[in-house]
């Protein structure tokens, strides 16, 4: 399965931008990105998935770098409620490992009052 | 949104004794669904892919005799944890993915301690 690598932790202060990247070299042409986030004590959350393009939703902004090699979710104003771990997972469209999503670390963000 | 149902969301229980965790989607239907397990500070681990009316799929590692999984509707998956002991004492989570919606769609999480 294609990896991911993530920075173990970011701190961001309230109501600022936060930029959260994620590495991927060795994504295949057929590789949703796509970024979960897990509070703790709760299951996972969706939050936003892209394949080659751009993609914006009411929670965040994802941007693909064009080669597909990296990505960032970008959460526009940070509020307390997004301190959580956000992980960057790559989800095959096809074949057995369809759903089947590999997690890896993810990033601690730290939201500042 | 879509939403998955889990229950309990936590359960206490004896060594040597068993335990279902029940993972319901409860507006739309689910051919699918995937448990996973995550020990305190660590990542998600898939455990087994559960199947609509066929037997489920397990990784690699994880005990089929031990973790019982059933799927008999279309809305509802169990997970049971059979003669448990304190090393299974973990967070099981459920997921499935509804195909009109974006991403998968995650239970709130058992909490099981095995004492």
């Known amino acids: 399965d294609a990896k991911t690598t993530q920075p173990n932790s970011m701190e961001s202060n309230e109501e600022e931008p936060v930029h959260l990247p994620c590495n991927h070299s060795?994504?295949?042409?057929?590789?949703?990105i796509h970024w979960y986030r897990q509070l703790p004590s709760q299951g996972p959350e969706y939050v936003i998935h892209g394949l080659t393009s751009n993609v914006n939703n009411r929670m965040a902004s994802l941007a693909i770098a064009e080669d597909r090699k990296s990505s960032t979710l970008i959460l526009h104003r940070a509020t307390l409620r997004d301190a959580a771990v956000y992980y960057c997972i790559l989800v095959n469209a096809g074949g057995t490992s369809y759903g089947k999503l590999t997690f890896g670390q993810g990033t601690i963000l730290t939201v500042h009052p | 949104g879509a939403v998955v149902s889990q229950h309990p969301s936590r359960v206490i229980c004896k060594s040597g004794t068993s335990v279902k965790i029940e993972c319901r989607s409860l507006?739309?239907?689910?051919?699918?669904m995937f448990w996973y397990r995550q020990f305190p500070k660590q990542s998600l681990m898939l455990m087994a892919t559960?199947?609509?009316?066929?037997?489920?799929?397990?990784e690699q590692g994880v005990e089929k005799d031990k973790f019982l999984i059933n799927h008999a509707s279309l809305t509802l998956s169990t997970l049971t944890v059979t003669s448990a002991h304190p090393e299974d004492s973990s967070f099981y989570i459920c997921?499935?993915?509804?195909?009109?919606?974006?991403?998968?769609?995650f239970g709130s999480g058992t909490r099981l301690t095995v004492v």
């Open positions: 997921s499935a993915r509804d195909p009109f919606r974006s991403g998968y769609t």
């Open positions: 559960s199947n609509e009316g066929s037997k489920a799929t397990y």
């Open positions: 507006d739309f239907q689910a051919t699918t």
């Open positions: 060795t994504i295949s042409g057929t590789d949703y």
